[in-house]
């Protein structure tokens, strides 16, 4: 079959460009089916709230080896495949860095032939739409499955009734195939119930929480500042988990269990907190099933593993006791059962499922309960083990284990960056498209200089072709020329987008009084602010009205401009991070579990600027002093520090008035003409007061050690040798070395096929 085969043999010029979609998308799933699944009688089941896929299209083209032909077929009537990737609307099943990461796993997975589905939820909207207004975000539904357009998403004929305390509720299963590189596929399949109804939603993302027949798969996260958002939660996390135990029994007996070997047939990945109900789920629905209590929980425990990807106390789900009775009674006398075993042997309230209050704590039950914990990153795993959860460590020393995090190379290279990856085959061949870990030949070629001149020609190309994308996306003018200082994350105050910002307003300050930056620096951030997370909010506030208060200064913007991507998301970082000169990774120590974005920005050849945080370490570690940039209060100063409680901003304010002086600019005139000043007041305040993630006693360093960087970047040919390192060394945060550790450790499916 050809493309031409799915335009009823249409000229493609004679279709409209939906129609020819339509036809590439058909095309495409039929050629995915024609693969076929990976199979076997033990099967991983990835539970997860998020899956950032991003879009299909050209990923599947690659992986499936259509992508040359396809290009070429179109090409030939005048059509640019391009034009039909951008037409594709991106799913909005995600919201960072843990979506992501769970959508690149599942391409590894594919990949490595390995069975596997992962298994979450179809929100209609998604996460959201952001987009600036006044300079401030404003989010609207994402209504990513469009009308008329085809979708990768099937409607199956799997239905569950789902028993909530005061309703029954009816689910249906979708599925959209995930094709693995040259090999079988696998799947991502999510439930929706039967009732949503889009028509809930009022003004902007707000709906009636109480509705939650109607409202239950709308939104990914819906607002937890209120009682009725935080119970909506609930309701999604057992509607999420109750499906999903239900699939997983049914398809395990199906490939021959007798429940009793359970652990022969499924490996469960529980990814962060929110599937965390699985566990009692899976206890009752056994029992429902004739299975003992004890045998029940031997068995969950032997099938279920967890994986911690924060050590924010907030993130770390609790919920009280009346919640779960309203949501699930039924799981209500599983779980207390489940902390009256705890109880009976330990002592310490630490480590009990339900605390003094009444909350269940949704980690506790994770860490008794599955046979694995591990951490993202090898700092991430010694913090957990050694402060985090120490008192479980203590307990369990050998349910704990690393895994640190990875990123698919054929999104994040081949399909973003094709002419690097061109260019690289050229340079060692083709190897290290199936092995990652090849790209270490590159290090044979430090010296060849026609090589180093390429890798500046394509970054010098990508940031041309960033900039037209921003150019049509937002109506934002940069300058190619300049160097692309980039931070691409959550907003969250641990990341400190806010040092940044006090950089930035330096660096404002310092060209004003006559000392300029080395090279012109445009500042590009990509962020989305949790809708109800005003401080974030004010920071994207904050940096907004700075980028425009440096517009207005012609004398400034030569050497500086802000740019900030309005609703950043798989498809802009796709275009972002092979344009990236400077990778900012400057979380306070300890806070970051890892970061992904880090491990992408150094595959195309970025040089990170980063705190020894998370991933950041592993990366200096392989690339060498040489070839990263750090700075910073290390994480155990950082911890000892929270551990005393002794941290006083305003002694760093005194003692460096440049900091002071930035940081009063957020609330002077020319700051306040442009924006909201009680925003910027109340971001001054919380800065001056408190700075909780401790931006202040990094910011000297942070700026001599960004100085160094840019005076750098003026040797070009030394630049990218430290690009071609980058590169080099980037093999071992490839998801397929996660995955594949992963099942050695913790599923044993490969082995078992
Ligand atoms: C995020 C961490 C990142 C990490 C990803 C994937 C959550 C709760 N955690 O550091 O902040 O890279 O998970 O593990 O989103």
Redesign the pocket.
């Known amino acids: 079959m050809k493309l031409r085969d799915y335009t009823e043999n249409r000229k493609f010029t004679d279709c409209t460009r939906l129609e020819l979609f339509n036809a590439l998308l058909r095309y495409v799933a039929d050629a995915a089916k024609a693969r076929g699944y990976n199979e076997g009688r033990k099967k991983v089941y990835y539970i997860s709230a998020e899956f950032l896929i991003g879009k299909l299209l050209s990923n599947n083209l690659i992986n499936l080896g259509l992508y040359g032909e396809v290009r070429d077929e179109l090409a030939a009537e005048g059509i640019a495949l391009s034009e039909l990737e951008e037409f594709e609307l991106e799913p909005s099943l995600g ?4 979506g992501r ?1 769970a959508a690149c796993f599942l391409d590894s997975l594919a990949t490595l032939g390995l069975p596997a589905d992962g298994l979450g939820l179809a929100y209609h909207c998604g996460l959201f739409r952001q987009s600036f207004v006044d300079r401030q975000q404003t989010e609207a539904p994402d209504h990513w499955l469009k009308w008329g357009q085809e979708s990768w998403m099937r409607r199956t004929d799997v239905h569950y009734d789902i028993p909530f305390g005061d309703f029954t509720a009816r689910s249906t299963l979708y599925e959209i195939d995930v094709t693995g590189y040259q090999g079988k596929c696998g799947r991502l399949r999510l439930f929706d119930v039967d009732t949503a109804d889009e028509r809930l939603i009022k003004s902007g993302i707000g709906f009636d929480a109480r509705d939650v027949a109607r409202g239950l798969t709308l939104f990914l996260y819906p607002d937890d500042s209120t009682e009725q958002g935080r119970l909506l939660r609930v309701y999604q996390e057992y509607f999420m988990v109750a499906n999903a135990a239900r699939l997983i029994l049914d398809e395990c007996v199906a490939r021959g269990s007798d429940l009793h070997d359970l652990a022969d047939y499924v490996a469960i990945q529980i990814n ?1 907190t929110h599937p965390t109900l699985v566990i009692p789920e899976l206890i009752r629905l056994l029992q429902e099933r004739g299975i003992g209590e004890d045998e029940a929980v031997s068995i969950v425990r032997s099938v279920c593993a967890y994986t911690n ?2 050590i924010l106390a907030e ?1 770390l789900e609790k919920w009280p006791r009346a919640y779960l009775e309203k949501v699930a009674p039924q799981l209500m006398p599983v779980i207390d059962r489940l902390d009256a075993r705890v109880r009976a042997k330990y002592d310490d309230p630490f480590v009990q499922i339900i605390d003094e209050q009444g909350n269940v704590r949704m980690a506790n039950l994770d860490i008794h309960f599955t046979h694995s914990v591990n951490g ?1 990153a090898k700092l991430h795993t010694e913090i957990l083990k050694n402060s985090e959860l120490a008192p479980f460590y203590a307990i369990y020393p050998e349910k704990f284990n690393n895994k640190t ?1 990875g990123i698919t190379f054929r999104r994040w290279l081949m399909s973003c960056n094709p002419a690097l990856a061109a260019r690289i085959d050229d340079a060692i061949g083709a190897g290290w498209r199936r092995d990652s870990a090849e790209l270490e030949k590159l290090l044979a070629h430090i010296d060849d200089a026609a090589l180093l001149t390429s890798l500046a020609e394509i970054k010098r190309a990508n940031k041309r072709r960033f900039a037209d994308w921003l150019r049509g996306h937002q109506g934002t003018v940069i300058d190619p020329d300049s160097v692309f200082d980039v931070q691409s994350k ?1 907003l969250h105050e641990y990341k400190r987008q806010q040092l940044n910002l006090l950089w930035c307003v330096r660096t404002l300050l310092d060209i004003r009084a006559g000392i300029l930056p080395e090279s012109p620096v445009t500042v590009i951030f990509g962020a989305k602010a949790a809708p109800a997370y005003t401080i974030a909010k004010d920071i994207i506030h904050a940096i907004l009205c700075l980028s425009d208060v440096i517009d207005a200064d012609p004398a400034a913007r030569r050497h500086l401009r802000i740019a900030m991507v309005e609703n950043y998301n798989v498809s802009a970082a796709e275009k972002l991070i092979p344009a990236c000169d400077i990778s900012e990774q400057i979380s306070l120590a300890s806070k ?5 974005g880090n491990m992408k920005f150094m595959l195309n050849g970025a040089v990170t600027l980063g705190t020894l945080d ?1 991933a950041n370490v592993e990366i200096a570690e392989l690339v060498g002093p040489e070839n990263i940039y750090t700075f910073g209060l290390s994480s155990e100063a950082v911890i000892n520090s929270y551990a005393r409680g002794d941290y006083d901003p305003a002694a760093y304010l005194e003692a460096d008035p440049r900091l002071k002086a930035a940081l009063d600019f957020l609330v002077c005139d020319e700051m306040r003409t442009m924006g909201d000043a009680a925003r910027l007041e109340r971001l001054h305040a919380e800065l001056q007061n408190k700075d909780w993630f401790m931006t202040f006693p990094d910011f000297a360093d942070y700026c001599a050690t960004k100085a160094r960087m840019l005076a750098d970047l003026g040797d070009e040919a030394a630049w990218a040798r430290k690009a071609l390192v980058n590169i080099a060394m980037a093999g071992y945060f490839s998801s397929d070395r996660t995955i594949a550790d992963y099942d050695r450790d913790i599923w044993q499916v490969g082995s078992a096929r």
Do not use: C, I, M, Q
């Not at 919201?95 to 843990?98: D, S």
């Not at 970051?592 to 992904?596: H, L, N, R």
């Open positions: 919201n960072g860095g843990l990461l962060d990807h924060t993130a993202v995090n959550r970051e579990a890892s970061g992904t998370g």
